[in-house]
């Protein structure tokens, strides 16, 4: 079965860095990427990276780039989402979510086959 979890969230200060963590499961890297989306209530769910598994790139939506990294760690079955310079728009309910390689670049919520539980980041002002 399919298992995906995002850990990592709290409080962070503006300007500081904060690392999630998604731990996966029963997804094979010959089909499905990794994203990472987040969510602020009142709002549609946007992207934030995907990794692709298969190409093994990150795809960044705008809000990401220069300022968040995300990387494999294979042996651990886990992605990470590095966010560095956080903002206090950063702030929202953070997902990992799988969805197939080749929609990876798509970087759109609408193509994500599953979804783990989010983790909270808020960023003070």
């Known amino acids: 079965d399919v298992q995906l979890q995002a850990s990592g969230g709290g409080l962070v200060q503006a300007g500081g860095s904060m690392r999630l963590s998604c731990a996966y499961s029963?997804?094979?890297?010959?089909?499905?990427?990794i994203g990472w989306f987040r969510q602020v209530p009142g709002k549609d769910r946007m992207a934030v990276s995907c990794?692709?598994?298969?190409?093994?790139?990150?795809y960044n939506a705008d809000p990401a780039k220069g300022r968040f990294t995300t990387t494999s760690d294979n042996a651990k079955n886990t992605v990470y989402l590095q966010m560095n310079n956080l903002k206090p728009e950063d702030t929202a309910i953070y997902y990992c979510?799988?969805?197939?390689?080749?929609?990876?670049?798509?970087?759109?919520?609408?193509?994500?086959?599953?979804w783990g539980k989010g983790t909270q980041v808020t960023v003070s002002s």
């Open positions: 979510a799988a969805l197939p390689n080749a929609w990876c670049e798509m970087l759109s919520p609408y193509g994500v086959s599953y």
């Open positions: 029963g997804v094979a890297s010959s089909d499905y990427a």
């Open positions: 990794f692709s598994r298969k190409d093994l790139r990150t």
